[in-house]
């Protein structure tokens, strides 16, 4: 297909050097360059943590025990590995850091998006039919070129590499090479194709159509095998298990059906569900998880070993439109809602690990997670994509975030409504109601101060003895008195302290001394 022209003529036009003799720009002397603004652009490369991992591998026998901790200071990036390495540790993988935004060239929705097998580009399709390719690192734009003349649905490469299968809503399927030449073109649907996956060996692909069905194909002859009918609404999603023959997919009936590629019949129905299924997906790292995601604003997980449902994920508050499991990380998946959130779960909780509440400005049509899993690509109506990557040590706030957002699309002059400020928290002045004369009613006056009773001077010893009969209670003398116990020469009298008797001594005779 020829390159797409109308968008370089223009920018060539607005060139200096394109202009004529007679044309000069306005502040330029006639001969001079004119110099362009340098645009900081972020990198993202994993060269780095490949050379740190390398690293640790040799100095240790069994590098994944023996991982160093990370610091929360900006010098820790340096040491940080690739996401294989803190499999361990989940939220070390979730990419919701922004990395940069690429908007489309026509302003149209961005619909499909894939990696390249060596994660070194990224490929989006968009609704007027164009491919835009965009770089890994940096993220800047590469090449575009008009690959469908319909809005252009999925986008997918086999699984050794070797092409690229789109499909549109005209219910074409296209053939490319890596370097985008078109290879073969041919009618599969008489409605839109909404997804195509390969099997194991890319002997064999599926389609699903709006036509309610899911069609297995023989990617070589470009035949018709097997026609899956049983849905009762358009067929949304269609996926295609990583080892067996097994495909899953889910439809506007809110049913999610896994059927037999071989003999084309229905092996299971999984209920659950009570809007249209918008995403399947096979787990690749064990085979027997299916995540699904719904316009009833829920997510969940089922397991074909017990054809039931494991989990539900709550959460968006929206209609989700699309989710993706990591690529390296088993547990861990992502889900986009129709309002532009992003929400980062773990198959064994039912909170979210982390959520974006803005990333995009309209629904999430496509994620697309790097082989090597440590940047997400995310495409939405907003005629934008963009590109998450991992949080690392040190790394600024969300409003920091969302000014970079702003300043990559130049939106430098939109004024945001300012956020609400805490008040602070005032005491309540509590006025004294108001008295009518002669009704009462009025406040109830304070009780008057407790007075001490006067003791009257009678001497120290008398005072001493006043003082003590005041301050101690009337029983207190016989509660003390009874631990003592009546022994030899005591006696409890029944009011007043112990008492001990006089002792008599008398002398031989008798008499007292």
Same mark, same amino acid.
């Given at each position: 297909?020829?390159?797409?022209?109308?968008?370089?003529?223009?920018?060539?036009?607005?060139?200096?050097?394109?202009?004529?003799?007679?044309?000069?720009?306005?502040?330029? $002397?006639?001969?001079?360059?004119?110099?362009?603004?340098?645009?900081?652009?972020?990198?993202?490369?994993?060269?780095?943590?490949?050379?740190?991992?390398?690293? !640790?591998?040799?100095? =240790?026998?069994?590098?994944?025990?023996?991982?160093?901790?990370?610091?929360?200071?900006?010098?820790?990036?340096?040491?940080?590995?690739?996401?294989? %390495?803190?499999?361990?540790?989940?939220?070390?993988?979730?990419?919701?850091?922004?990395?940069?935004?690429?908007?489309?060239?026509?302003?149209?929705?961005?619909?499909?998006?894939?990696?390249?097998?060596?994660?070194?580009?990224?490929?989006?399709?968009?609704? %007027?039919?164009?491919?835009?390719?965009?770089? &890994?690192?940096?993220?800047?734009?590469?090449?575009?070129?008009?690959?469908?003349?319909?809005?252009?649905?999925?986008?997918?490469?086999?699984?050794?590499?070797?092409?690229?299968?789109?499909?549109?809503?005209?219910?074409?399927?296209?053939?490319?090479?890596?370097?985008?030449?078109?290879?073969?073109?041919?009618?599969?649907?008489?409605?839109? !194709?909404?997804? $195509?996956?390969?099997?194991?060996?890319?002997?064999?692909?599926?389609?699903?159509?709006?036509?309610?069905? $899911?069609?297995?194909?023989?990617?070589?002859?470009?035949?018709?095998?097997?026609?899956?009918?049983?849905?009762?609404?358009?067929?949304?999603?269609?996926?295609?298990?990583?080892?067996?023959?097994?495909?899953?997919?889910?439809?506007?009936?809110?049913?999610?059906?896994?059927?037999?590629?071989?003999? &084309?019949?229905?092996?299971?129905?999984?209920?659950?569900?009570?809007?249209?299924?918008?995403?399947?997906?096979?787990?690749?790292?064990?085979?027997?998880?299916?995540?699904?995601?719904?316009?009833?604003?829920?997510?969940?997980?089922?397991?074909?070993?017990?054809?039931?449902?494991?989990?539900?994920?709550?959460?968006?508050?929206?209609?989700?439109?699309?989710?993706?499991?990591?690529?390296?990380?088993?547990?861990?998946?992502?889900?986009?809602?129709?309002?532009?959130?992003?929400?980062?779960?773990?198959?064994?909780?039912?909170?979210?690990?982390?959520? =974006?509440?803005?990333?995009?400005?309209?629904?999430?049509?496509?994620?697309?997670?790097?082989?090597?899993?440590?940047?997400?690509?995310?495409?939405?109506?907003?005629?934008?994509?963009?590109?998450?990557?991992?949080?690392?040590?040190?790394?600024?706030?969300?409003?920091?975030?969302?000014?970079?957002?702003?300043?990559?699309?130049?939106?430098?002059?939109?004024?945001?409504?300012?956020?609400? $400020? %805490?008040?602070?928290?005032?005491?309540?002045? !509590?006025?004294?109601?108001?008295?009518?004369?002669?009704?009462? #009613?009025?406040?109830?006056?304070?009780?008057?101060?407790?007075?001490?009773?006067?003791?009257?001077?009678?001497?120290?010893? #008398?005072?001493?003895?006043?003082?003590?009969?005041?301050?101690?209670?009337?029983?207190?003398?016989?509660?003390?008195?009874?631990?003592?116990?009546?022994?030899?020469?005591?006696?409890?009298?029944?009011?007043?302290?112990?008492?001990?008797?006089?002792?008599?001594?008398?002398?031989?005779?008798?008499?007292?001394?």
């Amino acid at each position: 297909m020829a390159l797409y022209t109308s968008y370089y003529a223009r920018q060539l036009a607005l060139r200096p050097e394109t202009a004529g003799e007679g044309d000069t720009i306005a502040g330029q $002397v006639e001969g001079e360059k004119r110099e362009q603004k340098s645009v900081l652009r972020r990198t993202v490369d994993l060269n780095g943590s490949l050379l740190e991992w390398k690293e !640790v591998s040799r100095l =240790v026998d069994r590098p994944m025990q023996h991982i160093p901790q990370l610091r929360g200071t900006g010098v820790s990036r340096l040491h940080m590995l690739p996401p294989w %390495a803190y499999i361990h540790l989940p939220a070390s993988n979730v990419a919701s850091t922004f990395a940069s935004i690429a908007p489309s060239k026509t302003r149209s929705s961005v619909n499909a998006s894939v990696w390249t097998p060596d994660g070194r580009r990224c490929l989006t399709a968009t609704q %007027a039919g164009e491919f835009c390719m965009w770089g &890994g690192q940096t993220f800047q734009f590469e090449t575009i070129i008009q690959a469908h003349e319909t809005p252009i649905r999925t986008i997918v490469f086999t699984r050794n590499g070797n092409f690229l299968v789109s499909g549109d809503d005209a219910g074409h399927v296209r053939y490319w090479k890596t370097n985008l030449e078109l290879v073969k073109s041919t009618q599969v649907h008489k409605e839109s !194709v909404r997804q $195509v996956s390969f099997s194991r060996t890319d002997l064999k692909f599926a389609t699903a159509s709006d036509d309610s069905t $899911v069609r297995v194909w023989d990617f070589a002859r470009v035949t018709s095998e097997h026609v899956l009918a049983g849905h009762g609404g358009d067929v949304k999603t269609v996926d295609w298990h990583p080892q067996s023959s097994l495909l899953v997919s889910g439809s506007k009936d809110g049913l999610v059906k896994v059927w037999c590629a071989r003999s &084309g019949a229905s092996v299971a129905t999984m209920h659950g569900h009570k809007g249209t299924i918008t995403t399947t997906k096979w787990n690749e790292m064990n085979g027997n998880w299916i995540l699904s995601a719904s316009r009833d604003q829920t997510c969940r997980i089922y397991d074909i070993r017990m054809q039931a449902e494991l989990a539900t994920y709550v959460g968006h508050g929206t209609d989700l439109t699309q989710a993706a499991w990591h690529p390296l990380q088993e547990d861990l998946f992502v889900s986009g809602g129709h309002d532009g959130s992003m929400a980062f779960w773990l198959a064994g909780r039912q909170t979210m690990l982390d959520k =974006v509440p803005m990333a995009h400005e309209g629904s999430i049509w496509t994620f697309a997670w790097n082989p090597s899993g440590h940047v997400l690509t995310t495409g939405a109506a907003d005629a934008c994509t963009k590109f998450w990557c991992r949080c690392r040590p040190g790394d600024p706030f969300f409003e920091q975030q969302q000014a970079a957002q702003m300043e990559e699309i130049g939106m430098e002059g939109v004024v945001e409504p300012p956020r609400p $400020v %805490a008040q602070p928290i005032r005491t309540p002045v !509590v006025h004294a109601p108001q008295v009518i004369p002669g009704l009462g #009613g009025g406040p109830v006056p304070p009780p008057p101060p407790a007075v001490k009773p006067m003791i009257p001077a009678r001497g120290a010893r #008398g005072a001493a003895t006043a003082v003590r009969r005041v301050a101690v209670p009337r029983d207190a003398h016989r509660a003390a008195a009874v631990p003592l116990g009546r022994g030899r020469g005591t006696h409890v009298p029944p009011r007043g302290g112990v008492q001990k008797k006089k002792r008599v001594v008398r002398g031989r005779r008798g008499t007292a001394r």
